[in-house]
T-cell receptor, first 109, second 117 residues
Framework: QKEVEQNSGPLSVPEGAIASLNCTYSDRGSQSFFWYRQYSGKSPELIMFIYSNGDKEDGRFTAQLNKASQYVSLLIRDSQPSDSATYLCAVTGGFKTIFGAGTRLFVKA | GAGVSQSPSNKVTEKGKDVELRCDPISGHTALYWYRQRLGQGLEFLIYFQGNSAPDKSGLPSDRFSAERTGESVSTLTIQRTQQEDSAVYLC???????????????FGPGTRLTVL
C-alpha cells in the first residue's frame, strides 16, 4: 500500500514566523511531488511542485525534497493570516497520484 | 482559459435515488480524476481516465459507483441507490498528462456537494 503521511495538525504559528510542513511517502519510485493549499469549503489549489532533490523557491514558499529519506517539506516564510488553510502533499508515481490527508495551518495575527 | 467546471454545485437527494455528477475538464487535458472528500477528511481517489486507455477504477468504493468519459472531454460520475454515507464533496481534476515536467499538475474543479437524506 503506497502511502503519503502528513501530520494532521493543527500547526499554529504567529504572523511573520516560518511555518514548516512535512510529508513522507512510501513509494521510492515516486517521481513528482506537489503541495496544494485548500481553504475551508474550497477546492485544492496548486502552490508548487518539485521533481529534483534539493530546494525550490517561489516567493515566500520553499519546497524541499529528499528522495533518499523519502521526505518532502514546504516552508512558508513571513506567514500571514491568509495562509491559514489545509496543506495537502501529493506524490505521483506508478501512474497514480496519492494525496496526504493534509496539515491544518493556523497563522495567528 | 476556462478552468475545470463541475455541475451541479450542490445536490440533495433521497436515499436510494441515483445521481449523476458532471465534470468538464480543461480543454486539451488528457487525464481526468475523480475524488471524494468527506467533511474534515482528505481526498479519496475514486477513478482516473487517461486518453483512450482503460480507466483505473481501483478507488471506486462499491459497484454502485461508475464513471464514464467521452474521449478527452466530459466525464460523468454516477452513484446508484445512494446511501447516507455517500454524502461528501465530489471533486474532479484534470491534467495535461500523467507524469513529468509539470504536466501532471492537477487542476481542480469547484466540486459537487452531495447530500443524501
Amino acid at each position: 500500500q503506497k502511502e503519503v503521511e502528513q501530520n494532521s495538525g493543527p500547526l499554529s504559528v504567529p504572523e511573520g514566523a516560518i511555518a514548516s510542513l512535512n510529508c513522507t511517502y512510501s513509494d521510492r519510485g515516486s517521481q513528482s511531488f506537489f503541495w496544494y493549499r485548500q481553504y475551508s469549503g474550497k477546492s485544492p489549489e496548486l502552490i508548487m511542485f518539485i521533481y529534483s532533490n534539493g530546494d525550490k523557491e517561489d516567493g515566500r514558499f520553499t519546497a524541499q525534497l529528499n528522495k533518499a529519506s523519502q521526505y518532502v517539506s514546504l516552508l512558508i516564510r513571513d506567514s500571514q493570516p491568509s495562509d491559514s488553510a489545509t496543506y495537502l502533499c501529493a506524490v505521483t508515481g506508478g501512474f497514480k497520484t496519492i494525496f496526504g490527508a493534509g496539515t491544518r495551518l493556523f497563522v495567528k495575527a | 482559459g476556462a478552468g475545470v467546471s463541475q455541475s451541479p454545485s450542490n445536490k440533495v437527494t433521497e436515499k436510494g435515488k441515483d445521481v449523476e455528477l458532471r465534470c468538464d475538464p480543461i480543454s486539451g487535458h488528457t487525464a481526468l480524476y475523480w475524488y471524494r472528500q468527506r467533511l474534515g477528511q482528505g481526498l479519496e481517489f475514486l477513478i482516473y481516465f487517461q486518453g483512450n486507455s482503460a480507466p483505473d477504477k481501483s478507488g471506486l468504493p462499491s459497484d454502485r459507483f461508475s464513471a464514464e468519459r467521452t474521449g478527452e472531454s466530459v466525464s460523468t460520475l454516477t452513484i446508484q441507490r445512494t446511501q447516507q454515507e455517500d454524502s461528501a464533496v465530489y471533486l474532479c481534476a484534470s491534467s495535461l498528462a500523467l507524469i513529468g515536467g509539470g504536466s501532471d499538475t492537477q487542476y481542480f474543479g469547484p466540486g459537487t456537494r452531495l447530500t443524501v437524506l
